[in-house]
């Protein structure tokens, strides 16, 4: 498996070259609503997963075979926290020496209270940092963090990050029903976020299938509360529109698999991806991914989505803490 895949489209990036230096599901969040499933095991270590310098020329390789505007952004997610990448500030220089096109990283920003974190995530151009509560209680309820990261602590890492961070930084809230979306709730998160004076404040809510079954996005009066108490200049994420990128040096099952592992797609996307083939290929193909333990049909909201069959998920359709 490489570390750099796509471009996909972006909700908020254009076309996206993905650098992913995390290893499947490694992360220090357990996010209730997480599309990749449940975090098992978690971890909040900080180490080099892939040599730095094999990622770089994975990055390398993939500049050489896409022409220029073809990739808007080179963006830092995936599979798990990028933060918890020790030579994170390394990528991203090294990535700069390489290209002009800009570097965002999207993050849960849980590390940024440690001063070396700041200072590494600080070379990019656009930092994407989660804020889905602003108090303990909440904040364990939805993100369901490694035991040592408390919200207080958090934010105070993202105050100072704006002090020291020349680019744009826009935070995410995921709207989650009956979990962060009361009036309570909001107004906790607005008076975080006039501390951390954030570019833009994104509002988002489920659109793939969640770690857990029971999760649903607010319903019409739980999005119109969130825009009036965050502010006008939170915008609702819709879902993005635009071609998925699958590489072409490997065989197609394999680039489909790639590509699922960190974005779940719509049934209706992998056949628009892979319009090339006849629809009965596509099936063929899927049932081939699916029977062999690599793929998994799953409906979600009355849409069909294929997702990577490695990830664990919640069964119950009520609410539990694992």
Same mark, same amino acid.
Request: hydrophobic content about 40%; glycine content about 8%; overall charge negative.
């Given at each position: 498996?490489? &570390?750099?895949?796509?471009?996909?489209?972006? $909700?908020?990036?254009?076309?996206?070259?993905?650098?992913?230096?995390?290893?499947?599901? #490694? &992360?220090?969040?357990? &996010?209730?609503? &997480?599309?990749?499933?449940? #975090?098992? %095991? @978690?971890?909040?270590? $900080?180490?080099?997963?892939?040599?730095?310098?094999?990622?770089?020329?994975?990055?390398?390789?993939?500049?050489?075979?896409?022409?220029?505007?073809?990739?808007?952004?080179?963006?830092?997610?995936?599979?798990?926290?990028?933060?918890?990448?020790?030579?994170?500030?390394?990528?991203?220089?090294?990535?700069?020496?390489? #290209?002009?096109? %800009?570097?965002?990283?999207?993050?849960?920003?849980?590390?940024? =209270?440690?001063?070396?974190? /700041?200072?590494?995530?600080?070379?990019?151009?656009?930092?994407? %940092?989660?804020?889905? !509560?602003?108090?303990?209680?909440? =904040?364990?309820?939805?993100?369901? %963090?490694?035991?040592?990261?408390?919200?207080?602590?958090?934010?105070?890492?993202?105050?100072?990050? +704006?002090?020291? =961070?020349?680019?744009?930084?826009?935070?995410?809230? @995921?709207?989650?029903?009956?979990?962060?979306?009361?009036?309570?709730?909001?107004?906790?998160?607005?008076?975080?976020?006039? /501390?951390? /004076?954030?570019?833009?404040?994104?509002?988002?809510?489920?659109? +793939?299938?969640?770690?857990?079954?029971?999760?649903?996005?607010?319903?019409?009066?739980?999005?119109?509360?969130?825009?009036?108490?965050?502010?006008?200049?939170?915008?609702?994420?819709?879902?993005?529109?635009?071609?998925?990128?699958?590489?072409?040096?490997?065989?197609?099952?394999? !680039?489909?698999?790639?590509?699922?592992?960190?974005?779940?797609? $719509?049934?209706?996307?992998?056949?628009? #991806?892979?319009?090339?083939?006849?629809?009965?290929?596509?099936?063929?193909?899927?049932? !081939?991914?699916?029977?062999?333990?690599? !793929?998994? $049909?799953?409906?979600? /909201?009355?849409?069909?989505?294929?997702?990577?069959?490695?990830?664990?998920?919640?069964?119950?359709?009520?609410?539990?803490?694992?």
């Amino acid at each position: 498996m490489g &570390c750099v895949y796509g471009p996909v489209p972006s $909700r908020r990036l254009g076309q996206s070259l993905g650098v992913d230096p995390i290893p499947f599901k #490694t &992360c220090n969040y357990n &996010c209730v609503y &997480c599309q990749l499933g449940r #975090t098992v %095991p @978690m971890t909040n270590e $900080r180490r080099d997963f892939f040599p730095p310098e094999d990622i770089l020329a994975e990055v390398q390789r993939a500049l050489e075979t896409h022409a220029p505007g073809e990739i808007d952004y080179i963006t830092f997610v995936g599979q798990g926290e990028p933060l918890l990448y020790a030579g994170l500030g390394r990528l991203i220089r090294g990535i700069k020496e390489l #290209t002009e096109i %800009p570097i965002a990283l999207i993050t849960n920003g849980s590390l940024l =209270f440690m001063p070396t974190v /700041r200072e590494e995530a600080a070379a990019a151009d656009v930092v994407m %940092p989660t804020l889905d !509560a602003a108090d303990e209680e909440t =904040f364990r309820r939805v993100n369901r %963090p490694w035991p040592s990261l408390h919200i207080a602590e958090i934010i105070e890492g993202m105050v100072a990050f +704006r002090e020291v =961070f020349q680019g744009q930084l826009w935070v995410e809230v @995921m709207l989650v029903k009956g979990i962060n979306d009361s009036e309570e709730v909001l107004s906790g998160i607005a008076r975080a976020l006039e /501390r951390i /004076r954030p570019d833009q404040v994104h509002l988002n809510v489920p659109i +793939r299938p969640p770690a857990e079954e029971w999760v649903e996005p607010p319903d019409e009066e739980g999005l119109i509360r969130a825009t009036a108490i965050l502010g006008e200049v939170a915008p609702i994420i819709t879902p993005a529109e635009g071609s998925f990128g699958l590489a072409e040096d490997m065989p197609l099952d394999e !680039a489909v698999v790639e590509i699922i592992r960190r974005h779940p797609m $719509r049934e209706e996307k992998v056949k628009e #991806t892979l319009s090339r083939f006849t629809s009965g290929q596509v099936h063929e193909m899927l049932t !081939a991914l699916e029977r062999s333990g690599q !793929a998994r $049909r799953r409906v979600y /909201r009355g849409q069909v989505f294929w997702e990577y069959a490695g990830g664990t998920f919640g069964s119950s359709k009520h609410r539990d803490t694992l």
